[in-house]
């Protein structure tokens, strides 16, 4: 499916930007022996699956299309070295990971990039991974990364991610000759239903929505400028902040941590729609993926669904903007946790729908979009890790995003903070670093207005 | 026509990489602030070509393609800051700039970018300029980038080659709503035939080759690994020497200067290609841009020809190979002096056909090339020039790969230089930047032999 949306417009990779502080004792070349020391790996010593390429790389979509061994990978294609101009600050780092975003994979061999960046604020450097999404989804992704860091600052020997095997199941190598995206995109078919038109699936499972009571939203997303197309360029900012200043203000609102998240999220796209006039009279409407516990599972196992749930941007007071928003993930959830596994499955494939409308053409834009913006928080170790000593700062998600959905904020907790990547359509969404800083400043508005 | 050939693999864009150093004076921030500048300049003030986009950027071959303003031109996109990691020497910059080449061009926005690169060794900087071919050619281009420097070291106030008007016709504005390119497309067709089959009108013009005597040429280009399909990725790679070397060369040996650029050319990728155990036994063949004088213009106007010379890659030694060279082209110029101006055209139009005859699917690495490789050697300023006080030390051109012919060496002349920029496929061609260092080697090697 990754596949089938790849376009100029549309690039399906997903990336991590992390951020270190190198050992006191480190040598001033030390990423420069780093990156040499990656080089002179083997293409055998490279793990599944990051050896893995496309068989039919000019044709993405094929009958016959296949992930087979990449004999002659080329590291030094794969693994960059890259510096930030002066001063090296944060602003500086977003533009450069805002354009290595903006580059499309090259499919003629393993579609991922590692990125050495040097030249940052105080001797400090990121990483930065860019991985498509038809290799491995985002959170086997970020999981791959963590594994290859360590919790011992002493460790110095630990081997790049790509040199470690997996933890998970690795996609499967067709070496053998039979056919291995086509089965995923019948499958995709099928559940679409037996339509030859996806478009008319899509339409049909829109509409059936007011019909099948159980798995009716009470939102109403209205029209706003974060759901038009998109072009190529993208821009990425970031935003820090401790986990215990957002605990402490859901304690006092009742709410959850994510509850939290959303409100600010509502309050910093309130601000930089309000300065664009392009605020929606109606509340936006976020998707957000939730692990639920379901109602006929009595192993209390849990499974992946997704909420709709208000971000109360029409609401100008925090604290009752943030009601609002505890309300209405109240209410999503109390419904989902209602639901039997099968039709979780099935309301989560409804809600997330509309990323596949922008198979459609000109619908995005047109048809009226039942959520606005994907805002996922994704768990991540609590405590601090190293990679050969440098502490790891920071890490932060940056997602994808597509004709209809142009904005992406994910949030990722590791080490008592929560890291932030917005990414988004830079023409769409001009400026959207704004969103950032305007994150930030809701954080203490908010504080003040709980109090 | 470069909108027709763009491709995933085959970009069309031309490129030049100029290397400076600055003025004793120059405060540590001067590129800072060189940016700041320019990203305070208003759209309005943004000179044609550079401030036009193509109409339907979806759909590069279009009947309604046409190029129109860019009223919202961003120019934070087109003009970038980029810095090497340490230590900042050639090779380092020869890595980023093969990977900014290998980045398509968006044209959503005007095609092309302009990025300012720090970081050099000894306070040095570079400029990359990319343009698409289908918003000017290369030559056009350089002679833009030539007359946006200053021959006065103390003039440092100079704007921008994209603030000045051009010294040549710009693109066509159709503001109006007639169609633009199409009319091209329509004149490229009817120049090949009124055959409504690309393949079948070279094909024909290829075969024509063995029956009209007057346009016969005594060569017959090998089959060779620079002749097959390209991917994305390029390898660029310079080299700058002395010109006063090569035509104390040339005068022994009875040739011109450009006879022991393409004998050097043939030294360097002999000694390539055998360490790939991959030489043809034929002499390699390059295709040459040059000016002639027909034999029907009393006026003694120009008119720009092609010849196809043999590199004498199959000859050992290098004053040999040097002679072998000086009889090749000598004899291609007679024969195109001899001709006609319509008859050089066509010639001409033959000659280069086969950069054409890669519009046929599976053609490249299947049909016998015509020539192996272009050597183009563009005539650039005698005197210094600076930009801002800085010194231009060097202005290499970057020209296009595309399937078929995965190498291209293009040099410049440049007060008292010749720079050469090798730009080739990295996958077709592995570790062509050894062709830079082997051409080194040639000159002292044919500097010997001659003596």
Redesign the interface.
Known sequence: MFLYLES?ETMMHVAGLMQFTPPRDAP??H??KLVDEIRALKAAEIQKPWNLKLRTPELLVNPLQAWVDDKGL?LD?HV???????PGDER?LG??VS?LHG??I?F?RPPWELH?I??LEGGRFALYVKVHHSLVDGYTAMRILSSSLSHDPNDRSRPLFFAIPPPGKPPRDDDDGGPGLFDVMAAVRSQLGTSRSVAGALLKLVRARSRKSELVSPLQAPKSILNRRI???RRFATHKVETERLKAIARRANGTLNDVVLALAGASLRRYLLEMDALPRAPLVAMVPVNVRPKDDAGGGNAVGAILASLASDVADPAEALDAVVASTRRAKEQLHGLSKAAIIQYSALVTSPFMLQLVPGAPGRVRPPFNVVISNVPGPDEPLYFRGARLDASYPMSIPVHGLALNITCMSYAGHLDFGFIGC??TLPHLQRLAVYYGDAVAELERAVR
Not at 80 to 86: D, N
Request: charged share 45%; aromatic share 4%.
């Open positions: 100029r001033a070349d990423l420069r080329d294609y960059r070295r890259s510096a930030l101009p002066s500086e533009i450069i354009r580059h499309s090259d003629h050495v040097e030249g072009s190529r360029a830079r023409d």
